[in-house]
């Protein structure tokens, strides 16, 4: 980061922490049965990634509160997957329960930061720029 300022989506604490936990899975994920690999391990992973992917969109879009937020809301959306996922993994004894219950506290983390940019989106907008050329 560049004296603390957010450049980038990827220097958002719920991003970092969201990348880490989809790298966690993706390698707990490979220990999975063969029978799960279009299952469960491409769901979780897919879940998982897809909060970091929706991020990124997210802050894109901040030009725009609505989509801005409607992004936050498919990231929302995608952790709470992922902890739908790390249930099955757990009660299908593929991940033991305290894997199962520490990666589901990352996501909670991750739930309750995104909850609280969607309540209060503003100081994350950007402002929308005067009428200017498109080519200035």
């Given at each position: ?13 719920v ?27 491409d ?10 992917a ?22 929302e ?26 990666l ?16 209060n ?16």
């Amino acid at each position: 980061m560049n004296n603390g300022l957010v450049q980038s989506h990827k220097d958002l604490k719920v991003y970092q922490k969201a990348f880490v936990g989809a790298m966690q899975i993706f390698e707990l994920s490979k220990k999975f049965p063969i029978e799960e690999r279009y299952s469960l391990t491409d769901q979780i992973r897919r879940s998982s990634r897809s909060v970091c992917a929706n991020l990124a969109e997210a802050w894109r879009k901040r030009r725009y509160e609505l989509a801005f937020v409607a992004k936050l809301n498919d990231c929302e959306a995608e952790a709470a997957e992922t902890q739908t996922w790390l249930d099955f993994a757990v009660k299908c004894q593929y991940l033991d329960v305290e894997t199962g219950q520490k990666l589901s506290t990352t996501y909670d983390e991750i739930i309750s930061i995104l909850v609280k940019v969607i309540n209060n989106p503003h100081p994350w907008l950007l402002k929308h720029p005067r009428s200017r050329d498109v080519g200035e």
